[in-house]
């Protein structure tokens, strides 16, 4: 299957500061990708959807001035948490598709931990 | 509330044993998916599905998907230790969106 790699797995951060998470298709050119959040033992939880070069589309609930999604290029996405507070603090997983298969392939999602 | 709800929650078998997980909805999908998770990563793709009816075999895992495309089970023959983990179906609606269920944790106790 395809490659998406998430970068960086752990990252512990300070509240009030931003912290970048990345996310790339190694061997496909990724038209859309999909940024999710999930808690301890629950599923994953749509956050939003970004097409390369076009403003993201934010799910319900999900404010877009907090979580800021850049998708510049065909094969890197990235979501900036900004002025993080520890209730941010979670598992965050991309995927990206192709847009020519019905599957999506996730990244090894980023546990972020704001102290 | 979820769109696709997974059934049971929770699930501790002993080594050998086999087990189901069903993911129910209201809702017609153009394809279901079925991945694993292990604590600490991504999700990793099983199978797809995308005809109604349809049944898939993965070693010792089958997939079935249903008539209407409105559900879904994966059955385990056999389990084992390595077989623990979250099970999540997750429907798409054409437009690369997933629709996640709420997971199936499942023990495999040697």
């Known amino acids: 299957g395809a490659v998406v790699s998430q970068h960086p797995s752990r990252v512990i951060c300070k509240s009030g500061t931003s912290v970048k998470i990345e996310c790339r298709s190694l061997?496909?050119?990724?038209?859309?990708m999909f940024w999710y959040r999930q808690f301890p033992k629950q599923s994953l939880m749509l956050m939003a959807t970004s097409n390369e070069g076009s403003k993201a589309t934010y799910e319900q609930g999900v404010e877009k001035d907090k979580f800021l999604i850049n998708h510049a290029s065909l094969t890197l996405s990235t979501l900036t948490v900004t002025s993080a507070h520890p209730e941010d603090s979670s598992f965050y997983i991309c995927s990206a598709s192709d847009g020519l298969n019905t599957e999506a392939f996730f990244g090894q999602g980023t546990r972020l931990t704001v102290v | 509330t979820q769109l696709l709800e997974q059934s049971p929650q929770f699930l501790s078998i002993q080594e050998g044993e086999n087990l189901t997980v069903y993911c129910n909805s209201s809702s017609v999908f153009s394809s279901l998916q079925w991945y694993r998770q292990e604590p600490g990563e991504g999700p990793v793709l099983l199978v797809t599905?995308?005809?109604?009816?349809e049944v898939k075999k993965l070693k010792r895992l089958t997939f079935q998907f249903g008539d209407a495309r409105k559900d879904s089970s994966l059955h385990i023959t056999a389990a084992q230790p390595g077989d623990t983990g979250l099970y999540l179906c997750a429907g798409g609606t054409g437009d690369y969106k997933l629709s996640f269920g709420a997971g199936t944790t499942v023990t495999v106790r040697a």
């Open positions: 599905v995308v005809t109604g009816g």
């Open positions: 061997d496909f050119q990724a038209t859309t």
